[in-house]
């Protein structure tokens, strides 16, 4: 790796995560770093969108937006889902807002130009006298588009791999967690606006060290996870976490019922794909959370929690656990790196040292960070 090229990052960030200092602060807040990181990063990669469930029917769109990107999904005649950027090729109006089902049309609110469910210009009013306009000529831009375990996935770029060969063991190990996931429903969400950059709250996300010594929640949150079988992976894009639950007296949450997951026993399990989403399941939940740690602003991070399960209601422990999760867990993680961002200003501060153990092989270790890092800082000196 190329360490001088990103001089924000510094260069005390070096190969060896047991050797390596943390990024300088402020790779955490200038803003050229952040739009270099939303034309490199997520202008770039896959990003999640929506579940399948949530589109039933043909002609059921949602919006949303990427990197500053307004885009939409819409079910098609085909059943397929497609993507497209949410703007009129005729003067750039944007074309839908929130989400319904556009009934076999797409009509820009402007002047009336109507698109196709795949993107192509259906009409425009007094076409017929205006001088070599080709209606064939005019499309809407598409994005790239991929299912996986019922999860949408979107990329800016329509040339891009799709996500399910370029990342192909996110699907394995996502499907190995919740094999139910292309049955699931989109229950209840929970959004935390954070003041805070984006990959503050990954970082966060990703290291246990802090779950020890932190808050009161973190220290219940040692409890929920059996701290003897707790292991992971990294694997490229895609960071795994698993661990048995802890013993359900010390869980911080009530537990009724079996799991309804068919997968692995282990209570707790994460599959995080790089750049910003974690995949989640507790002990004893029937629910899959989908975590989202999305870039705002260079200081601002929304994050939206939102809980799947297999039917439209979750159970009573499950709706513990989102509980608990929501106003005790969360909310103590949000106080936590506020203050870091706080922090990365101060005249006192410049880095600090990885704690990653010697062989980078502890759960608690943050080595976790480093390769975080590394595939950030890679993906900004490729450039775009
Ligand atoms: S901008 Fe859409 S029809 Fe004119
Ligand atoms: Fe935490």
Known sequence: ???????????????????SFTPDAPYYFDPDVYRAEMRSIFQRNWTYFCHASQLPHEGDYLTGEIAGQSVYVVRGHDGGIGGFFNVCQHRAHQLLSGSGNVRNVIRCPYHSWTYELDGSLRGAPKCEAVLNFRREDVRLKPVGVDIIGGFVFVNLDPQAAPLSEAVPHFGEKLLAMCPEAE???????????????????????????????????????????????????????????????????NLPYEMKGQRQFTGRNDGFQIVFLWPNMAFLILPGASMLLVFLMVPNGPEATAEPLLYFGLGDE?????????????????????EIVESVQRGLHSLGYQRGRLMADAACQEAWSEHFLHHFNRINIEALESGG
Do not use: C
Request: charged content about 25%.
């Open 183 to 249: 049955q699931l429903r989109y229950v209840t969400r929970q959004d935390f606006a954070i003041k805070a950059n984006w990959k503050v709250v990954v970082e966060n996300f990703l290291e246990n060290y802090h779950s020890f010594y932190s808050g009161p929640a973190h220290r219940q949150l040692s409890d929920v996870i059996d701290q003897d079988s707790y292991r992971w992976s990294i694997e490229g894009k895609v960071i795994e976490f698993l661990g048995r639950g802890g013993s359900a007296e």
């Open 1 to 19: 790796m190329k360490r001088h090229r990103i001089s924000k990052a510094g260069d005390g960030f070096t190969e060896d995560p047991a050797n």
């Open 314 to 334: 979750l159970d009573a422990g499950t709706a513990s656990a989102v509980e608990w999760f929501n106003t005790i867990l969360g909310p103590e993680d949000v």
